[in-house]
RNA sequence: GCGCCCAUAGCUCAAUUGGAUAGAGUGCCAGCCUACGAAGCUGUAGGUUCCCCGUUCGAGCCGGGGUGGGCGCGCCA
């Protein structure tokens, strides 16, 4: 929260104790907040406390704000109260105190918003783990875009966190790729192939036989034509072009977790244990079952096949034992939109483990369908039908895949426009925030021997230059409110909103002119406002320019 | 059939988590460059927030019922 906001909620505090001394600590602060009218004629902060009152007051709440505004204390950043028709308290904010706030956003420079609400809580965020089968697709691409600008709101609001990536190397998915890769192999050696029903058919495999071949490895080999050969092979090469893609999406992953590592530990078994002995576990066709029918999950669940072997709820219970056990303060997951019907079943078995599962957010990043002249492209990954990451990447460019991917709410599905995206004109609202930083480098530049001077700064009382900075005041606020829903669009959304003002400024106002000291001063206002904008952009992964 | 997500201007989406007269972009139309980047700005038009009940000072948001769309429902992962 920021100062003025403080100061505000103490007044209001103040003012509500004095006039109703009846009424209970602890019911005023759940009470008491301050928001930001929609509307500009209601003043800057508006206090709705006045209602929520009104009930154990039993009187109207215009009455009750009338009172509570007499007691008021006057306050060199408050310029007026008033109250609004239900019962609101609307509070004009003085210039001298947007002056002030805009010094303060001066003086803190880079770390202007940061918020000390995550000091000393760890926080892990898990996102993409898309199975080693082939490429990433543009649904992985949506899923690390959210997952990285995520844990970078996180970080700046002092969490301390891990990314992690799960890696899915073994199981059914696994042996079907190292089957394709090996039939694909023998094809190219002229040999007969036994390309398995549930085989990947994408061109990547062939590529992949081909190189293979080229290497001349297999024909050097001992053991050549095994099926683990092809396996780890094909996992190891496909994992290669996963973390160059990500790498060069700007995504970089702390842990990489091997679901291979893990079930070698012994870590899977002793779980099972731990549900046997609270009872979770049962016999029945010849297969173990799991009974989350009780924990919110709407039929039990197999956790060893009637083979021996396990599903793949089986490790991921393990794994997620794993992450609670490290005692995190919260734990994340980002999954994508076919796994939603998976959520219950996780949380029950970390339920029956006993861990609190409010700790864990599993979010689900909705569908993404691309656009291309105006018609979606199907897309199927068994078929080989797919746009991978690295197409978008290469086509639109890196920032504006990543906006684009952030545009929407995490469970809103997405449209992306690939052509838009790639518009490098009007259109585009990547290039609308960028060319506000862009711009004002430039002025800055142009400007040359005005240097920033907070001396003068009460000579801001423009409408529209007041309206700039409260905006930049209320930036720590947005913080806030994308890292506790876990909605980076939230912020995405504000710096379209702040590259508009300064827009709008600027075609209203010349900034550099003869007048020294308000050329000073009004570079000084632009020059938060770069800040606040890069500050933004490099929240969400996005470059913030000096030059376009 | 059951579960999850979604439905707001012609189109794509916001709406500070229950606040005041529901806002932007885009598209249409009309304007603004002999001074800082026109990739920009200003203005006009565009609404039964899918429908019906309910909850309360107040509902686009919460609850119930319906309609339409997407996804999921395996001893797959």
Not at 503 to 519: E, F, G, M, Q, W
Request: aromatic fraction near 10%; include cysteine; glycine fraction near 6%.
């Amino acid at each position: 929260m920021i100062k003025i906001e403080q100061d505000l909620a103490t007044i209001i505090k103040n003012a509500v104790k004095k006039t109703f001394p009846e009424i209970p600590d602890n019911v005023i602060a759940e009470s008491l907040s301050l928001e930001v009218p929609k509307e500009k004629k209601f003043g800057d902060f508006s206090a709705n406390i006045a209602m929520k009152l009104s009930r154990e007051l039993r009187k109207p709440p215009f009455e009750i704000a009338g009172s509570i505004i007499k007691n008021i204390e006057k306050s060199y950043s408050i310029q007026d109260v008033k109250v609004e028709k239900p019962g609101f308290i609307n509070f004009y904010i003085s210039n001298k105190a947007v002056a002030g706030a805009l010094e303060d956003i001066i003086k803190e420079g880079a770390g202007f918003g940061v918020s000390t609400a995550g000091k000393n809580k760890k926080v892990q965020i898990e996102f993409v783990s898309a199975n080693p089968t082939g490429p990433l697709t543009v649904a992985h691409g949506r899923q690390a875009a959210i997952g990285d600008s995520l844990a970078r709101i996180l970080k700046f609001c002092g969490y301390d966190v891990i990314k992690e990536y799960y890696v899915n190397d073994e199981g059914v998915q696994i042996q079907a790729l190292g089957k394709s890769l090996r039939a694909r192999y023998m094809e190219l050696m002229g040999e007969k192939s036994d390309f398995p029903e549930n085989g990947y058919k994408g061109k990547y495999i062939y590529d992949m036989a081909q190189k293979l071949k080229d290497s001349g490895v297999v024909e050097r080999s001992s053991a050549p034509l095994s099926d683990d050969f092809f396996m780890e092979h094909a996992t190891r090469e496909i994992m290669k072009t996963i973390v160059k893609d990500l790498e060069d999406f700007g995504v970089h992953f702390d842990v990489w977790y091997s679901q291979k590592a893990l079930a070698k530990s012994g870590k899977v078994e002793k779980a099972i244990d731990d549900l046997k002995k609270k009872e979770f576990l049962y016999e029945q066709d010849g297969a173990t079952w799991f009974k989350s029918t009780g924990l919110g999950d709407d039929k039990d669940r197999v956790i060893i096949k009637s083979d021996g072997s396990y599903t793949y709820l089986t490790p991921d219970t393990a794994y997620h034992k794993e992450k609670f056990e490290k005692g995190y303060h919260r734990i994340i997951n980002i999954w994508g939109p076919d796994h939603h019907g998976y959520i219950n079943r996780i949380k029950a078995a970390c339920q029956a483990l006993g861990y609190d599962t409010e700790k864990l957010s599993i979010l689900i990043a909705q569908l993404v369908t691309l656009y291309r002249d105006g018609k979606p492209v199907k897309m199927s990954t068994r078929e080989g039908e797919f746009i991978t990451l690295r197409e978008v990447m290469d086509e639109v460019g890196r920032d504006a895949a990543r906006f684009f991917f952030i545009m929407r709410r995490v469970e809103s599905h997405l449209d992306f426009d690939l052509a838009l995206a790639k518009t490098q004109t009007l259109d585009n609202p990547v290039y609308y925030i960028q060319y506000a930083h862009a711009r004002i480098s430039s002025i800055i530049e142009f400007s040359k021997d005005a240097l920033p001077n907070l001396k003068n700064l009460v000579l801001l009382d423009k409408e529209q230059e007041l309206d700039i900075v409260k905006a930049m005041m209320y930036y720590p606020k947005i913080i806030e409110a994308a890292a506790s829903n876990l909605e980076p669009s939230i912020l995405l959304t504000y710096l379209q909103d702040l590259a508009g003002l300064f827009h709008s400024y600027y075609n209203a106002y010349r900034i550099v002119t003869d007048d020294k000291p308000l050329t000073e001063t009004r570079i000084t206002l632009i020059q938060a406002v770069k800040k606040v904008i890069a500050s933004g952009l490099g929240l969400l992964g996005v470059t913030a320019l000096e030059k376009m």
